[in-house]
């Protein structure tokens, strides 16, 4: 089972194979897992607690109503949404002049087209064109957001910086870190739940 998830990440000057457990063990065993904002919320609704990526998250919640299954199904339900605690994904805005060009010389996909407030799905190549991660990249307008996974955040950063550093143009990025929280509403009532 651990080695369906198998990637080759590079931290620094070293190479280090990821598994599936050693990405739900987090970086190291040793270090004190991070926790989210809502991490007593998640314990007060018997969330079970599992690390991955380096925090402490919910796997599932417990009770009449939890399980994976009962959660899969209410989440799809008609007129349904679920609230995801997903504040362990890196979080980036993008500056400068030319950072759209930046980011379509790093990521799949028509950055430029995207208006002020739309966002897409994109994936993150090296400079063979090999995939490296995948992204959820928004136009915020005075600059460009992007979500990246937990497991890979580091990793990806660093590969911006040593794009960065190739780029002939006004671009920097700006890190998040744990102070910025992130929500996802998932479901066929999503929007109606949000409009709320």
């Not at 989210?36 to 998250?57: I, Q």
């Not at 919910?58 to 605690?85: I, Q, T």
């Not at 950072?99 to 996909?109: D, I, P, S, T």
């Not at 550093?165 to 992130?182: H, R, T």
Request: with cysteine; aromatic share 6%.
């Amino acid at each position: 089972v651990t080695t369906l998830i198998r990637r080759s990440v590079r931290n620094g000057s070293n190479t280090m194979n990821l598994t599936k457990r050693t990405l739900a063990a987090g970086a190291s065993s040793d270090e004190p897992l991070a926790k989210t904002a809502l991490n007593e919320l998640h314990k007060e609704l018997n969330g079970d607690m599992v690390p991955f990526a380096g925090y402490e998250l919910p796997v599932l919640y417990k009770g009449e109503k939890g399980g994976v299954m009962k959660e899969h199904l209410h989440c799809r339900g008609d007129g349904n949404a679920s609230l995801f605690d997903v504040s362990h994904m890196g979080q980036i805005r993008w500056h400068g002049a030319d950072r759209v060009a930046f980011l379509e010389k790093v990521v799949v996909g028509d950055i430029g087209s995207l208006s002020s407030g739309s966002g897409c799905l994109s994936l993150i190549t090296n400079e063979n064109g090999g995939i490296i991660d995948d992204t959820v990249i928004t136009n915020a307008g005075d600059h460009i957001y992007m979500v990246v996974n937990g497991a890979c955040k580091y990793g990806d950063m660093d590969h911006f910086k040593e794009q960065i550093d190739l780029f002939d143009g006004e671009v920097s990025m700006e890190y998040l870190g744990d102070e910025m929280q992130l929500l996802a509403i998932q479901g066929p009532g999503a929007a109606e739940a949000v409009k709320k």
